[in-house]
């Protein structure tokens, strides 16, 4: 028997299977997907590698087919289905198939279990009555102790008995040696939603989300099994059409994934998945210590949940008959990986539908401009929740214009209708929500007094001021001297706008000094359980005003909440980035959705230097069809995704000359064998130089994804045939950022 092994060792010329083969001691234990310990080279230096196919044949002279030393004992063993996965996403996505195996294993190493353990009387209780009266004549209190505990609670809790009974383990070691007790142990899960209070589940569903459920479910019933876009305004319900799909599949044997965009949601969500589902459920995150993630990975392939939810890297729960895969706020960025394999969730979920016989649904109240296209084109089937799940109204969204808040004087961030609105929810005792959206914080220039943000005049995306004051463009790689007026208006109000969640929290306590503050961003939410902490506090009324970035808004529901304001809309507006106006009218509608979700109405205020912008526009009257079709207009105009699709090439070197060589000979290689692809670059890199490294980039279009992924296989057979010292390339698709 003979065992195909990948290598682990994220190199292209290694990025193939060596053959070995297996001792007689490993038949029988030897399984597909474990990792192995293996001589590697002329020098038979030992290597891990992962066994990606079993097979009787030799794929050559089986004399010189090295031999497998070892399995390697502590590794978690990659599921068969899960490879197939991987071999996709390097296909896909580009990146070694090592780098592909490690990206489909959420948890990398066994870890011990847990033991619980618990001491109890091995002897009758007149025997440990007459023993008690006997330690306390010698004056032995701990035992004496622990026998008066034992005679009342027949069973105790080890820890109950270390630690507040005070018996150390030489006095258990004793007891237990003379058979007065014993001390049990069971191995038992780290369960990280352990600690949650299961509620009643009352929700009936309304005619709409009835409606869903039973369209979906009558296909799943079928053994139809697609990819479905559950679009839905904020506060239609979509979790509740989530729930009872998970709750019918759960019926016949079949388990659910559901995706979260951030670890910030998972509070909220695994309450109300909790409520429904109880130990069914459980999480899987890297906030959780390596412990936690290995038992809720060993419950999920023992088949002991039902329910698996998580940010991206829960796609690879190694569930055994998967029935959904949800993805919540599917138009999120953080659902792309910027590691290599630069995979999406949404595409990658697809194909592990497809290969399990499961269904997607993509959840949101702004899908991305990509999954309306698919369902505009008939490939995804979309369902519409119109109205809110409780029959309460949308918000109220006020649009101020910071240009004319500085005309008349008011130089604070806050606008005087937020100050004004601020103190009246104070006086009432509502609760009001801040975002700062920081994503756009990357150096755009724009004017104070007409909003004009300067752009790249050949691509249509606002340039990036450097520290040398020069603005470039991180797409095309155009430059020009910094501008010290406006060139539409000539007002000298003009430069980049910079302000931090800290200093809005130190501005709002100096104007309103009784108020209770709580702050939410990178900084507040370092500990393993800050996110919850934070959001429990907020949730139990211990704070008037919650303060944050982007990960204030997305899902969550507050019922008190009745104003939300949104400090400076402009910020992911101007962002280097043909997505630009995209991600600003998601975020001002997820913003906008927190407010007014229990009985009293809410009031939204956008704050902007740019009012009568569409993405602004479109987000204040909550109009999706209305923003898709212009934008969908301008990405067909400029060739940008969805229409056609997008490669970023970047080569990155110690070595400038050799990072210019590169990058050349890849954009020669693509300008001469395809010359139906739109071919830009190689430029500098937004940041052209990193701790010594030089960096360039290419970008690529096409309208065809496969004429993408066949460039890049032939990029890769070039590096693998050049060596440019030093030199590395990785591949993008459809980039949710520059690089």
């Known amino acids: 028997m003979y065992a195909d092994i990948i290598i682990d060792i994220s190199h292209e010329k290694l990025d193939k299977t060596f053959q070995y083969r297996i001792p007689e001691d490993l038949f029988g234990r030897l399984t597909i997907g474990m990792q192995v310990r293996v001589p590697f080279g002329g020098a038979n230096t030992l290597r891990t590698g992962y066994v990606v196919d079993i097979t009787e044949e030799a794929n050559f002279d089986a004399a010189k087919i090295k031999e497998i030393r070892e399995i390697v004992e502590q590794s978690v063993p990659i599921e068969s289905q899960l490879i197939a996965l991987a071999a996709w996403m390097r296909r896909n996505y580009g990146g070694t198939m090592n780098q592909a195996l490690k990206t489909v294993l959420p948890v990398k190493n066994k870890e011990r279990l847990r033991q619980k353990r618990t001491v109890e009387l091995a002897i009758g209780v007149p025997e440990a009555k007459n023993l008690l009266a006997e330690q306390r004549r010698l004056h032995h209190t701990a035992r004496a102790r622990l026998l008066e505990a034992l005679l009342q609670h027949p069973q105790i809790d080890d820890a109950v008995v270390r630690q507040k009974l005070n018996i150390t383990a030489s006095v258990l070691r004793s007891l237990e040696e003379q058979c007065v007790i014993r001390i049990r142990a069971e191995s038992c899960y780290r369960d990280p939603v352990a600690h949650l209070t299961r509620k009643d589940y009352d929700i009936v569903l309304n005619g709409e989300q009835q409606a869903v459920v039973d369209a979906i479910d009558a296909d799943f019933q079928a053994g139809i099994f697609q990819t479905y876009l559950l679009q839905g305004v904020t506060g239609s319900g979509k979790t509740e059409v989530y729930m009872e799909l998970i709750a019918r599949a759960a019926r016949n044997g079949r388990t659910s994934i559901v995706l979260i965009p951030e670890i910030a949601l998972t509070f909220q969500t695994v309450m109300r998945f909790y409520s429904r589902f109880g130990e069914r459920v459980s999480i899987l995150h890297s906030r959780l210590s390596p412990g936690e993630r290995y038992d809720q990975f060993l419950r999920a392939k023992n088949g002991e949940l039902d329910v698996m939810i998580g940010p991206r890297s829960a796609l690879f729960t190694p569930f055994d008959r998967l029935g959904y895969i949800i993805i919540d706020e599917e138009h999120e960025g953080s659902y792309k990986s910027e590691t290599v394999p630069r995979y ?3 595409e990658t979920a697809m194909e592990r539908g497809r290969m399990a016989g499961a269904s997607v649904i993509l959840g949101s109240a702004t899908p991305s401009m990509e999954s309306s296209y698919r369902a505009a084109r008939g490939m995804v089937r979309r369902f519409y929740l119109t109205g809110r799940a409780k029959s309460n109204s949308l918000p109220v969204c006020y649009v101020e214009d910071l240009r004319a808040e500085l005309k008349s004087g008011n130089r604070s961030i806050l606008s005087r209708r937020l100050q004004s609105l601020m103190e009246e929810r104070l006086l009432r005792r509502e609760q009001i929500m801040l975002f700062l959206n920081r994503r756009g914080m990357a150096g755009f220039v724009s004017c104070r007094e007409c909003g004009e943000v300067i752009k790249c005049p050949h691509c249509d995306v606002s340039l990036s001021l450097h520290r040398d004051g020069t603005l470039k463009c991180h797409y095309c790689g ?17 430069g980049g706008f910079r302000a931090g969640t ?23 939410t370092r500990r393993k359980d800050s996110y919850e902490q934070i959001l429990s ?27 939300v304001g949104i400090l400076a809309a402009d910020l992911s507006l101007g962002v280097n980035d043909y997505r630009a106006a995209e991600r600003t009218f998601q975020l001002l509608t997820q913003a906008a959705g927190r407010a007014g979700r229990g009985e009293r109405p809410g009031e939204v ?9 569409y993405a602004i526009e479109a987000a ?3 109009d999706y069809e209305g923003f898709y079709d212009q934008e969908l207009a301008y990405r067909r105009l400029m060739c940008y995704p969805p229409v056609w699709n997008l490669l970023l090439i970047a080569v990155s070197s110690e070595q400038e000359a050799q990072a210019i060589a590169c990058s050349e000979a890849l954009g020669a290689l693509l300008n001469e064998r395809y010359t139906d692809l739109a071919v830009i670059g190689p430029a500098k890199a937004a940041v052209a130089r990193v701790n010594d490294v030089y960096r360039r980039v290419l970008y690529v279009k096409s309208a065809d994804y496969g004429r993408l992924v066949c460039a890049k296989d032939d990029m890769e057979q070039l590096l693998r045939e050049n060596t440019w010292q030093k030199t590395g390339v990785q591949f993008d698709f459809n980039p949710m950022n520059g690089f």
């Open 620 to 622: 204040k009257k909550q």
């Open 344 to 346: 999406h969730a949404r």
């Open 537 to 563: 506090a907020f949730a139990n009324e211990e704070a008037d005003i919650l303060i944050g970035t982007q990960m204030i808004v997305k899902g969550h529901d507050f019922a008190k909440v009745t104003l």
């Open 605 to 613: 205020v956008i704050q902007t230097y740019q009012p009568q912008h």
């Open 478 to 494: 155009y430059e020009t001297e910094k501008v010290s007026a406006c060139p539409v208006c000539g007002s000298r109000y003009i």
């Open 502 to 524: 800290q200093k809005i929290e130190e501005l709002v306590k100096k104007r309103f000094p009784d108020a209770r503050v709580l702050r939410m961003d990178y900084d507040t």
